[in-house]
């Protein structure tokens, strides 16, 4: 079946310092690729999305990277804030329109 | 619009009683999802819904769990009976048809079972 796997688990940079977060998904069929944010004790909210027909796209201090051919993708965050920090979940979905969720990545800005 | 809205947002109960969860979709939208939240599972989709017609119940975990979708503006998602391992936080979102289309999540109902 699908899936979704997201790396790092974890993640402490300091602040001003950039943010990595990689997923891969293994359907071939996925075509939309959105992040969202959880903040604690909140719902996820989406920041950042993708489709299968553009390879990077950025919102001011946020970019997101797609490479179809290695089904991978992956959210930049630059100079992070310590209001960066959060879980943050990357999915995949196809023309179904049902969206498969990573495993989240906690990521810390330390001031 | 309200978004997306759920209740109740806490819900505590015994063990072998029946539990519902209610979600609201956004009006206008025609697919909704229930996805179940743990520590140690992330988020995991259960079913969904496109224009009240269930889609995929795959990830739904046992026959004591069930959706319904009886009209555009409400779901429920009934766990009968409720056991310990089903606490967790269970979030309903919609998303509207068209390709690209950001899933709206509501606030979630934050579950535990005793």
């Known amino acids: 079946g699908e899936n979704v796997e997201q790396h790092p688990s974890t993640l402490s940079v300091q602040e001003g310092d950039s943010a990595v977060i990689k997923c891969t998904y293994s359907?071939?069929?996925?075509?939309?690729f959105p992040w969202y944010k959880q903040e604690l004790g909140k719902r996820p909210q989406l920041i950042i999305d993708i489709r299968s027909n553009v390879g990077e796209k950025k919102d001011q201090r946020i970019a997101v990277t797609l490479n179809k051919t290695a089904k991978h993708f992956s959210l930049h965050i630059t100079e992070t804030q310590p209001e960066d920090s959060a879980v943050y979940f990357c999915a995949a979905g196809d023309s179904s329109y049902k969206l498969i969720f990573g495993s989240g990545t906690r990521l810390l800005v330390r001031p | 619009d309200a978004g997306v809205i759920q209740s109740p947002r806490h819900e505590v109960t015994e063990m072998g009683q029946e539990v519902t969860l209610r979600c609201k979709p956004i009006s206008g939208h025609d697919y909704l999802f229930w996805y179940r939240q743990t520590m140690m599972r992330g988020l995991e989709l259960l079913i969904y819904?496109?224009?009240?017609?269930?889609?995929?119940d795959s990830g739904m975990p046992e026959d004591r769990f069930s959706a319904k979708m009886p009209n555009a503006s409400f779901s429920t998602l009934k766990i009968q009976p409720s056991e310990p391992r089903d606490s967790a936080v269970y979030f309903c979102?919609?998303?509207?048809f068209g390709g690209g289309t950001e899933a709206f999540f509501g606030q979630g109902t934050r579950l535990t079972v005793v």
């Open positions: 979102a919609s998303r509207v």
């Open positions: 819904f496109n224009n009240n017609v269930p889609i995929d």
């Open positions: 359907d071939s069929a996925s075509n939309y």
